[in-house]
């Protein structure tokens, strides 16, 4: 029996959204190599509804610190490492279930990026990991205690109009994959101090999509 037949089907949606040293717009959007030529970051995700089979994942949230020099999307980056923390609230069950999604081991986007992508993994923790959008999209957050903050608001000007937000369709290298609209922010904090990661900043590129995954295949 191959393992597509025996890994459980499984669909995630919610929100993802990213914080990094990039200027604005994040080159990255663009399939476009960093802005400094290297890039760190926060990398978050709210699962709103989901499942591994059986398993249910409403509502938990993972968060991810990366680095890499180099572009991505051209694979043509270098020094590639990432930390992996998981939502406490979450069961066995279910930490077992989002660590084979999010490791890429059962198919889907995950798989494809981390293949892209295959960083270094420096360590992985359960905490306390609060997320929260807003429903219209003026401000995203994500928080760790004493280790990640991450927050940002949405990119307005003065021949924006109210309320309306800044942004792109048919990115061309989109962190959740094709089909995907993006939403421009501003990082007002962004912050870490964990497994080697260590920045704090403000001001920088921060970008907004929300994501629909499924797998095996």
Same mark, same amino acid.
């Given at each position: =029996?191959?393992?597509?037949? /025996?890994?459980?089907?499984?669909? &995630?949606?919610? $929100?993802?959204?990213?914080?990094?040293?990039?200027?604005?717009?994040? #080159?990255?959007?663009?399939?476009?190599?960093? /802005? @400094?030529?290297?890039?760190?970051?926060?990398?978050?995700?709210?699962? +709103?509804?989901?499942?591994?089979?059986?398993?249910?994942?409403?509502?938990?949230?993972?968060? =991810?610190?990366?680095?890499?020099?180099?572009?991505?999307?051209?694979?043509?980056?270098?020094?590639? @490492? !990432?930390?992996?923390?998981?939502?406490?609230?979450?069961?066995?069950?279910? +930490?077992?279930? &989002?660590?084979?999604?999010?490791?890429?081991?059962?198919?889907?986007?995950?798989?494809?990026?981390?293949?892209?992508?295959?960083?270094? =993994?420096?360590?992985? $923790?359960?905490? #306390?990991?609060?997320?929260?959008?807003?429903?219209?999209?003026?401000?995203? +957050?994500?928080?760790?205690?004493?280790?990640? *903050?991450?927050?940002?608001?949405?990119?307005?000007?003065? *021949?924006? !109009?109210?309320? !309306?937000?800044?942004?792109?369709?048919? !990115?061309?290298?989109?962190?959740?994959?094709?089909?995907?609209?993006?939403?421009?922010?501003?990082?007002?904090?962004?912050?870490? $101090?964990?497994?080697?990661?260590?920045?704090?900043?403000?001001?920088?590129?921060?970008? @907004?999509?929300?994501?629909?995954?499924?797998? #095996?295949?």
């Amino acid at each position: =029996m191959t393992e597509q037949a /025996t890994t459980p089907r499984w669909h &995630l949606t919610g $929100d993802w959204f990213d914080v990094c040293k990039c200027a604005i717009p994040c #080159p990255c959007t663009f399939a476009q190599p960093p /802005t @400094y030529g290297d890039c760190e970051g926060v990398l978050a995700w709210h699962i +709103r509804e989901g499942n591994f089979g059986d398993v249910r994942l409403d509502d938990l949230n993972v968060l =991810m610190l990366g680095s890499f020099e180099g572009n991505i999307w051209a694979r043509e980056h270098t020094n590639a @490492y !990432a930390a992996i923390f998981l939502d406490e609230r979450a069961d066995d069950e279910q +930490r077992a279930a &989002l660590g084979a999604i999010f490791g890429g081991e059962v198919g889907g986007w995950p798989a494809e990026l981390g293949e892209m992508f295959h960083p270094e =993994m420096r360590g992985m $923790d359960v905490v #306390p990991l609060h997320m929260e959008v807003d429903e219209d999209l003026a401000t995203w +957050r994500a928080e760790i205690p004493g280790r990640v *903050t991450a927050t940002a608001e949405a990119l307005t000007g003065p *021949t924006a !109009a109210d309320g !309306a937000r800044v942004q792109l369709h048919n !990115a061309p290298g989109a962190e959740v994959g094709p089909g995907q609209v993006a939403t421009w922010g501003r990082a007002t904090v962004d912050r870490a $101090d964990a497994f080697g990661f260590s920045w704090e900043r403000s001001g920088k590129s921060s970008k @907004y999509f929300p994501f629909d995954w499924s797998g #095996p295949d």
